[in-house]
């Protein structure tokens, strides 16, 4: 699968936040999620592995007891099962991938 990239596609997640099904394969979705500063995604856990690095801006994860400040060039990685949230400091840019792949945040198979 090969996608072109284009601003098309982005859907809102919450406030504040809009999330791009990108690619994905039979195990690995790749995404790309754009933060407006002060956007606040709640803690949350979720089955799926989740990978991420920071294009641009900055980002505040919190979850589990910890709260780490993520600058252009940081990556992650939660687990499985694993609390995280985030709150954008800045506009932020991210690309994530997911596995198995995220059913919730792929396009209608008309989209596709």
Request: hydrophobic fraction near 35%; aromatic fraction near 8%; proline fraction near 5%.
């Amino acid at each position: 699968m090969i996608n072109k990239a284009t601003e098309a596609g982005f859907n809102k997640m919450i406030d504040g936040v809009r999330l791009k099904s990108l690619v994905h394969g039979k195990a690995t979705h790749l995404t790309e999620v754009r933060f407006i500063k002060g956007a606040e995604v709640p803690e949350h856990q979720h089955p799926h592995e989740q990978t991420g690095y920071l294009i641009s801006g900055s980002l505040r994860f919190f979850g589990g007891g910890e709260d780490t400040v993520v600058r252009p060039g940081d990556c992650w990685s939660f687990a499985s099962g694993v609390p995280h949230g985030a709150e954008a400091l800045e506009d932020s840019v991210i690309i994530e991938v997911f596995s198995p792949i995220r059913e919730d945040y792929l396009p209608e198979a008309g989209e596709r």
